[in-house]
């Protein structure tokens, strides 16, 4: 079997989605009941941090020839810088810079446009989405059992939910998850050319707003 | 993901909205309360008269925005994105064969699967994905429409859609480009669908020609059409919602034959007979935009190489005047917009398809008190694409996945408000992400004239250049060029 990424974690992503549905939950009751605030200015920048799930697959990484090569996903810090604009009382528009780094010094650069909607104005939960450019530099294990580091860029979406308490005050934070998924193209790696390498990364977040 | 059953779907769906339209009716024999229209026979009744009295007043009613809108319920949207799913699923269930059915028999421990996986991208073909898929998502999209949630709030119900039909509505592993096409496509098929099928709608009828409209425009936007049988709202008496109501509206259909020929040569080429609408709803360079896809552009093309060799939808999401103009149809006006657009283009020569966002500078200047000139530039991303290529995935599969860029412009020369000429260049760069790792640039240049013939008959001839080059990593580049000649008749309305 080829694989392309290294391998630790178990039921990393089950941990994540828990983790992320019961911030939810017990933030739920009390933010609901938080009563719309005045709007404050049209720029605000958003910082944040967290923990991810990732792991990276080909479409001839497997035996087969086809994906499922049985990549694993690994721990990784990420954090995140994302100066945005109030386009209205529900929508906020802006960039995102996103780095995340594995145990195994594999470094991941996330630069998207970001959207976040506010489904009902004046309440904190939100959903989010982004499209934007990814470049990967990672210590590859081959399957010759060497390690090469290479570097990589390509495309990448999220999408995600979280919540917000203290909207439109000075400071605001909450909790987010969210799923970033990269797509690389194929990459010669050593000896061995990887086509079509996905990666897929589950984040749980916390972030604070400077308004 | 496997081929989706679009159409064994609509039939289901059309079943129950022909079923239904008899007990929507019964419902609503009355005048709706809330209807102001005149009345169609006979003089006021006393109801009428009260009627009248409760149309004078000014409407309020929070759940809807004017008489004529539909109530705004958001979780049954929701609800609704959650039953299409359901409806797909079942509908694959019942009319795959039998060795297929497997895969859409799912459960939590399936969803949980599909969601630790990840995404991949898939193999299925060309129609599959830039066709099936986006209609897929106009269905969610429109959900949020028929619900009276704004263009803004519809579009996340279009991933919504996806992303549960990728996790949890088969088997197959999620694929990243269905969520983008059917996200991307679905906003604008949907928004498309449900402001033609508004344009068939006429809330003030009543009777047979009042429910012809109905079902004709169910057929376009099968969700809106059923929510409206089941609510009542197919039979109320009311004017139409402002926001369907374009601010001119063109349409032209064209009929004749297209040669398409290869290397630079036409020689040899034989001809296949094509039919084409196209439609303008609003108009692109004029004001301010007040709502996304308030003016909107449709493309669509029968035969010429393919069952469906071309669609195209360019809708505005943002539009205004640039600098101030002095007013009247004369004076000279410039616009920048913000254009969202889809793609599909399937013949002998080439296939592509995508989603793009793109920015677009038009002037217009009079020339003559008859005659004026439109120019237009424009440029933006492609934010996912596919074009075919030397690259086979299973038997379904040649063609690459990839983003990019697309940029071009043009002029057109109206007279009287008729084009009769126009000249434009578009070009394309696409990056393969999945695929045969290459470089795909695409140029088209093309030249069309149009000579009014009686009333709105015209006759019409297009000349078209594509040059094609892929620069493939582990191949040798490859260089396509197309002449593409077509005659049509056209009927302008």
């Known amino acids: 079997m080829d694989e392309v990424t290294t391998v630790s974690g178990g039921h990393a992503v089950r941990t994540v989605v828990a983790a992320t549905l019961g911030l939810l939950m017990v933030v739920a009751p009390a933010t609901a009941q938080s009563p719309a605030k005045p709007e404050r200015g049209d720029f605000a920048l958003a910082l944040g941090v967290g923990y991810a799930a990732a792991k990276a697959d080909c479409s001839n990484c497997s035996p087969e020839g086809e994906y499922g090569s049985g990549a694993v996903y690994s721990d990784v810090a990420a954090i995140a810088v994302a100066p945005v604009w109030r386009v209205n009382s529900r929508v906020v528009a802006g960039a995102e810079l996103q780095i995340e780094t594995s145990r195994n010094d594999a470094r991941a650069v996330y630069l998207m446009g970001i959207v976040r909607f506010h489904p009902w104005a004046g309440k904190g939960f939100f959903i989010r989405g982004g499209y934007g450019l990814l470049q990967v530099k990672a210590p590859l294990d081959l399957p010759d059992g060497t390690v090469n580091t290479a570097k990589y860029r390509g495309m990448a979406l999220n999408y995600g939910a979280g919540w917000m308490f203290h909207q439109n005050r000075r400071f605001s934070w909450g909790p987010y998850g969210a799923h970033y998924v990269g797509t690389l193209g194929s990459a010669v790696i050593g000896s061995f050319q990887a086509q079509n390498i996905i990666g897929n990364t589950w984040l749980a977040g916390f972030a604070v707003v400077i308004d | 993901m496997r081929p989706l059953s679009v159409a064994g779907a609509l039939v289901a769906v059309l079943a129950v909205v022909i079923a239904a339209p008899g007990l929507a009716f019964a419902q609503d024999s009355a005048p709706a309360v809330t209807g102001y229209a005149p009345p169609i026979f006979g003089t006021l ?54 060795e297929e059915k497997i895969y859409f028999k799912t459960y939590p421990k399936i969803w949980w699967n ?10 299925n073909t060309f129609m599959v994905n830039q066709f099936g898929h986006p209609y897929q998502g106009n269905n969610y999209f429109t959900a949020g429409r028929a619900n009276g949630l704004s263009f803004w709030e519809s579009a996340p119900l279009a991933a ?233 995935d299973g038997p379904d599969r040649q ?95």
């Open chain 2, 45 to 98: 009744s006393p109801d009428s008269a009260r009627l009248a009295e409760t149309a004078a007043r000014p409407f309020q009613n929070e759940a809807r925005p004017c008489p004529g809108c539909p109530k705004r319920r958001p979780w049954l949207a929701v609800g609704e994105v959650l039953g299409i799913n359901v409806l797909y699923n079942v509908v694959n269930l019942v009319i795959k064969p039998e």
């Open chain 2, 399 to 493: 063609y690459d996945f990839g983003p990019g860029l697309s940029y071009g412009g043009g002029m057109v020369l109206l007279k009287n408000g008729w084009p009769v000429a126009r000249a434009s260049y578009g070009g394309m760069w696409m990056h393969t992400v999945d695929g045969a790792q290459a470089d795909h640039w695409a140029q088209s240049l093309r030249f069309d004239l149009i000579a009014p013939l009686k009333g709105r008959l015209g006759v019409g001839t297009t000349a078209e250049f594509i040059r094609r080059k892929s620069y493939y990593d582990a191949a040798d580049d490859v260089l396509q060029r197309f002449p593409q000649l077509r005659v049509y008749l056209t009927w302008t309305k």
């Open chain 2, 160 to 392: 919504l859609g996806s992303l549960t039909w990728e996790y949890m509505g088969e088997r197959h592993k999620p694929s990243l480009n269905d969520l983008v096409m059917t996200t991307m496509g679905g906003i604008s098929l949907g928004e498309m669908f449900n402001r033609t099928a508004w344009l068939i709608r006429d809330p003030r009828q009543t009777g047979k020609a009042r429910l012809t409209r109905e079902i004709v425009a169910t057929v376009f936007d099968p969700i809106t059409g059923l929510n409206r049988f089941i609510s009542g709202d197919s039979g109320k008496v009311v004017e139409k919602p402002a926001e369907y109501i374009p601010t001119s509206l063109h349409a032209s259909f064209d009929a004749g034959v297209l040669w398409q020929g290869d290397n630079l040569s036409l020689t040899g080429a034989t001809g296949d007979p094509f039919l084409q609408m196209n439609l303008g709803y609003g108009t692109l360079a004029s004001g301010r935009s007040k709502q996304p896809f308030d003016a909107f552009l449709v493309d669509l093309r029968f035969g010429g190489g393919a069952g469906i060799s071309e669609a195209q939808v360019r809708g505005r999401l943002y539009g205004r005047e640039l600098g101030e103009t002095s007013g009247g149809a004369a004076s000279p006006s410039r616009h920048v917009m913000v254009v969202m657009g889809y793609d599909y283009h399937d013949n002998t020569a080439y296939q592509f398809g995508g989603q793009s966002i793109s920015f677009a500078f038009t002037g217009m200047r009079s020339l003559s008190p008859a005659w004026r000139l439109a120019t237009t530039l424009h440029g933006g991303g492609l934010v996912l694409g596919a074009m075919d290529s030397l690259y086979y």
């Open chain 2, 114 to 123: 599909n969601i630790s996986y990840g995404f991949e991208w898939d193999d």
